[in-house]
């Protein structure tokens, strides 16, 4: 018995070793999903241990950030809205067809993204769409808002100043917005969304982006959105001084984004919609999304530097973008450092060009009039070399060559 025992635990024991090889792939696979897993952990013990008395302090990671956020479609999802709207005074009557209209849209960029890449197709899940596209462009919703409208207004100066400036404006003035280097549709077409009173174009240089942009708007239903191909430093004529509001999202350096767009803003005192009765006004803004550094020559232009998580009243660290606010005189006073600076540059790389072809290299000749330049100048005396392999007459000096058939007579036949 004690023998069947022990027979039947070890072919019990054998009966969990498969029977068949594992598949390479998949032991690839495995392995590298759990390098990177304890490469991670000790990346966290690391700067645990380097942290030495602040034990206490949590090292946030790459992969933490990814994880934090919730499931778009879940309850927790929509209360996050619900609070974004909360703090920043914005309407909460319509929350559920607000996050219901950012869902849609979050599916209508995954099924375009499968022909056509719009976002990375590394992140191309509801999740990383809704959180890393969709609500950073949402984020950007109270700074297009008035200050009597926005928790933003740094103060009741800033409050009394705006309320002068908008003594002659008519209530529920439409924005004219303009969207450079929208690809998949960001920031423009969430803000479009929850906007219908503003007038938003959005441009792009890619044709086949803005064909899944109008798609996109016309199946969400929004009239309010105009496509333009194009590039934007052309788009100058018929576009001038219209825009209020021009966005960005890292199209490109800021100095040249300004360069671009500085002459489709809104002028202060243009006698434009945002201008007041007696032609004083704010003129446009420019509202662009940018991570890392930038020149300390555009940080001194700022107005506004508003971290994205701070906006959305999301835990810190959870994006490393932010939001930049600039008048449309500081946008036209980097766009004229940086145009100036090209240009000079240009100018002289034209002249270290012109330099070479103003100093040739000067060959003596014996029969230069006047020697040097001056002959040269005078069009006469350049010796002229011939060209490597060329046929030259040779010179005989009066000597006849000998050829050996001077006494030749030609044989004619009498016939």
């Not at 952990?41 to 241990?49: D, E």
């Not at 002229?384 to 010179?395: D, N, Q, V």
Request: proline content about 4%; charged content about 25%; glycine content about 8%.
């Amino acid at each position: 018995m004690a023998a069947a025992a022990t027979s039947s635990s070890a072919s019990s024991a054998w009966a969990f070793v498969p029977s068949i090889n594992p598949n390479p792939t998949t032991l690839r696979r495995n392995y590298l999903h759990n390098s990177s897993r304890s490469i991670n952990s000790r990346m966290k013990m690391i700067a645990n241990s380097i942290a030495g008395e602040d034990g206490d302090r949590t090292i946030v990671t790459a992969a933490d950030n990814a994880s934090s956020f919730v499931d778009p479609y879940s309850e927790q999802a929509k209360h996050e809205l619900f609070t974004f709207y909360t703090h920043h005074n914005l309407p909460t009557d319509d929350i559920d067809t607000v996050h219901k209209s950012l869902l849609r849209l979050t599916e209508c960029v995954i099924s375009w993204n499968e022909k056509l890449n719009l976002v990375s197709r590394k992140e191309c899940t509801p999740t990383d769409v809704y959180h890393k596209h969709v609500m950073p462009s949402v984020a950007l919703l109270p700074l297009l808002m008035a200050p009597s409208q926005s928790s933003w207004a740094s103060s009741s100066s800033d409050q009394e100043q705006h309320n002068e400036e908008n003594k002659g404006k008519k209530k529920g003035t439409s924005l004219r917005v303009v969207d450079i280097g929208t690809g998949g549709g960001f920031p423009g077409l969430p803000l479009a969304l929850l906007l219908p009173q503003h007038q938003f174009t959005l441009v792009d240089s890619i044709r086949k982006k803005l064909v899944a942009v109008s798609d996109m708007a016309s199946e969400l239903g929004l009239s309010n959105v105009r496509i333009h191909c194009g590039r934007a430093e052309e788009m100058r004529d018929g576009h001038r001084g219209m825009y209020h509001v021009a966005l960005g999202r890292s199209v490109t350096a800021l100095p040249n984004f300004c360069s671009w767009i500085y002459d489709l803003l809104m002028r202060e005192g243009g006698g434009g919609s945002n201008s007041n009765e007696n032609g004083v006004g704010e003129g446009g803004r420019l509202i662009y999304i940018i991570g890392g550094e930038i020149d300390d020559t555009v940080q001194s232009r700022v107005v506004k530097d508003i971290p994205i998580d701070a906006l959305l009243q999301r835990p810190e660290n959870s994006s490393d973008k932010r939001a930049l606010i600039f008048t449309a005189r500081g946008v036209r006073e980097i766009a004229k450092e940086f145009l100036g600076a090209k240009r000079a540059e240009d100018e002289m790389e034209q002249q270290r060009r012109n330099g070479r072809r103003r100093n040739p290299i000067v060959r003596k000749s014996s029969n230069t009039v006047g020697g040097g330049r001056s002959g040269m100048a005078a069009g006469v005396g350049r010796s002229k070399k011939p060209a490597r392999g060329a046929w030259s007459k040779k010179e005989n000096d009066g000597v006849a060559k000998q050829r050996g058939y001077d006494d030749f007579q030609r044989y004619e036949s009498s016939s």
